[in-house]
C-alpha cells in the first residue's frame, strides 16, 4: 500500500515536498516513482530513484528544480519540488517497481500505485 500527501496550493515560485509512506511490500527493494497527472491529460512520470543506488531520474521538465529521495529506514520516498510553475499543476502519484529502467519510468510498469495529492499552483 501506498500513500501520497503533503500537496497543497503554493504560489508560483514555491515549494511543497511531497511524501510516499508505504506498507506491506519490502520497500527497501523497490524503485520508487512519482508520477502526474493534470486534468485532460494523461498520467506522465515525473522523477523515480532506485533502491539499490538512491540514482533519480528527472522528467526534462522538472530536471533542477524537483528532487526524489527515499529513507527506507522509515520506508517513506520524498519529492521536493521548488520554483513550482502552474503548469506543474496536477494530482501527483507515487508507485514502486521491482523493474529498473535506464530512465523515464513507464506508467504500465510500475506495480504498486497509491491514491494521488493535489498539486495546485497559482500565477
Known amino acids: 500500500q501506498l500513500q501520497a500527501y503533503g500537496g497543497g496550493l503554493v504560489q508560483a515560485e514555491g515549494s511543497l515536498r511531497l511524501s510516499c509512506a508505504a506498507s506491506?511490500?519490502?520497500?527497501?527493494?523497490?524503485?520508487m516513482g512519482w508520477f502526474r497527472q493534470a486534468p485532460g491529460k494523461e498520467r506522465e512520470f515525473v522523477a523515480a530513484?532506485?533502491?539499490?543506488?538512491?540514482?533519480?531520474y528527472y522528467a526534462d521538465s522538472v530536471k533542477g528544480r524537483f528532487t526524489i529521495s527515499r529513507d527506507n529506514a522509515k520506508n517513506t520516498a520524498y519529492l521536493q519540488m521548488n520554483t513550482l510553475k502552474p503548469e506543474d499543476t496536477a494530482v501527483y502519484y507515487c508507485?514502486?517497481?521491482?523493474?529498473?529502467?535506464?530512465?523515464?519510468?513507464?506508467?504500465?510498469?510500475?506495480?504498486?500505485w497509491g491514491k494521488g495529492t493535489q498539486v495546485t499552483v497559482s500565477s
Open positions: 506491506g511490500f519490502t520497500f527497501s527493494t523497490y524503485n
Open positions: 508507485a514502486a517497481t521491482r523493474t529498473f529502467y535506464t530512465a523515464q519510468y513507464p506508467v504500465d510498469g510500475m506495480d504498486y
Open positions: 530513484i532506485r533502491w539499490i543506488d538512491g540514482r533519480g
